[in-house]
T-cell receptor, first 108, second 112 residues
Framework: KNEVEQSPQNLTAQEGEFITINCSYSVGISALHWLQQHPGGGIVSLFMLSSGKKKHGRLIATINIQEKHSSLHITASHPRDSAVYIC??????????FGKGTHLIIQP | SAVISQKPSRDICQRGTSLTIQCQVDSQVTMMFWYRQQPGQSLTLIATANQGSEATYESGFVIDKFPISRPNLTFSTLTVSNMSPEDSSIYLCGGQGAYEQYFGPGTRLTVT
């Protein structure tokens, strides 16, 4: 079974700062997801990656398959980015295995 | 993209009773899943809901406790049986599309 580790567990930053959240996993995967969960529980899919890099607005996600590692970056962070960010991996046709999440707070 | 709805959104149940949660997807997804999020924790996969056949359960979850049905491509149910306070969690339905994973809004269950 895949072990998914995220760091940091908690992160507080000032508005405008560049944010990096890291995710590592133990077993080869078919895809990696970055998810965002706001207070109240709703989960939004930010990215699905199998290789390389994706960008959407101020969010950038990268993955290194050989090193079994992915990063989520937020540029020009804003208080509305405050949420829990979750890394999740898929092996084959299985459901997702989730990291514990990174609690991000952006202070004005 | 797919939109997933769940019913009920929340419920308070007495121990020993059962609750059935419904999940409806507005378009076809290749796979449907059920997840649990215990208080303060991340998500855990309960099972993959297979159309017309028995669900595939993850270690630690059994059919007698969490029976699942998926009669067609866009609908599934999860029943939480013989509930105890330890079953108090958010239960989420998920669907796998071609390019992303979709999640329902969750069902917040409290067992007293």
């Amino acid at each position: 079974k895949n072990e998914v580790e995220q760091s940091p567990q908690n992160l507080t930053a000032q508005e405008g700062e560049f944010i990096t959240i890291n995710c590592s996993y133990s077993v080869g995967i078919s895809a990696l997801h970055w998810l965002q969960q706001h207070p109240g529980g709703g989960i939004v899919s930010l990215f699905m990656l199998s290789s390389g890099k994706k960008k959407h607005g101020r969010l950038i996600a990268t993955i290194n398959i050989q090193e079994k590692h992915s990063s989520l970056h937020i540029t020009a962070s804003h208080p509305r980015d405050s949420a829990v960010y979750i890394c999740a991996v898929r092996g084959g046709a299985d459901g997702l295995t989730f990291g514990k999440g990174t609690h991000l707070i952006i202070q004005p | 993209s797919a939109v997933i709805s769940q019913k009920p959104s929340r419920d308070i149940c007495q121990r020993g009773t059962s609750l059935t949660i419904q999940c409806q997807v507005d378009s076809q997804v290749t796979m449907m899943f059920w997840y649990r999020q215990q208080p303060g924790q991340s998500l855990t996969l309960i099972a993959t809901a297979n159309q017309g056949s028995e669900a595939t359960y993850e270690s630690g979850f059994v059919i007698d406790k969490f029976p699942i049905s998926r009669p067609n491509l866009t609908f599934s149910t999860l029943t939480v049986s013989n509930m105890s306070p330890e079953d108090s969690s958010i239960y989420l339905c998920g669907g796998q599309g071609a390019y992303e994973q979709y999640f329902g809004p969750g069902t917040r269950l409290t067992v007293t």
